[in-house]
């Protein structure tokens, strides 16, 4: 079952909060979790971002190709950097804080920052949904330029992680 994900403003108890102001990209995703969901943030966090498709591998693998020369740091560039440093990464992500309902991850680059937070909420009635919150500040040209070429590609990854979490936490026939 693929989740219905729901574009939303940026929540704002989110420990990235404070990186929405003067950011050049904010934008946050939500789905509500099937019961069958997981329970911990982690766990979720895990299930969205340790397994992309198939076509998200092959354009990440473009995307290193062709940013890598312009000194732009590649996805295994910054999972090898997190292994060296002994930071707990989710999928090429770097852990950068943790809490009982939320993770943050990212990378800073000489051309841009980036944070993501993938955020677990409950209402009064105990629905529990999960927020995929990203900001972006870019610091030159180049960084300006990759967020403008990249941010139609960003939207549909985010919600195709977020709608193929239904996949992976629904129960098995």
């Not at 693929?2 to 940026?10: A, E, G, K, Q």
């Amino acid at each position: 079952m693929r989740l219905t994900v729901t574009p939303i403003d940026p929540p704002p108890m989110s420990a990235i909060a404070d990186d929405y102001r003067g950011a050049d990209l904010v934008d946050s995703y939500a789905v509500t979790l099937p019961h069958a969901a997981p329970e911990d943030v982690t766990t979720l966090a895990r299930a969205l971002f340790n397994r992309p498709p198939l076509w998200l591998r092959g354009l990440l693998r473009l995307r290193d190709q062709i940013v890598g020369p312009l000194g732009v740091k590649t996805t295994t560039a910054i999972r090898e950097a997190g292994a060296r440093d002994g930071h707990d990464r989710i999928g090429f992500f770097p852990v950068l804080g943790r809490s009982e309902n939320e993770i943050v991850l990212g990378e800073d680059d000489r051309h841009l920052d980036f944070r993501v937070s993938v955020l677990l909420q409950r209402d009064e009635r105990g629905a529990r949904r999960l927020v995929a919150t990203t900001a972006v500040r870019c610091h030159n040209l180049l960084g300006r330029t990759y967020l403008w070429v990249i941010k139609p590609f960003h939207v549909l990854v985010v919600r195709s992680y977020l709608g193929r979490l239904g996949l992976a936490s629904s129960p098995r026939p």
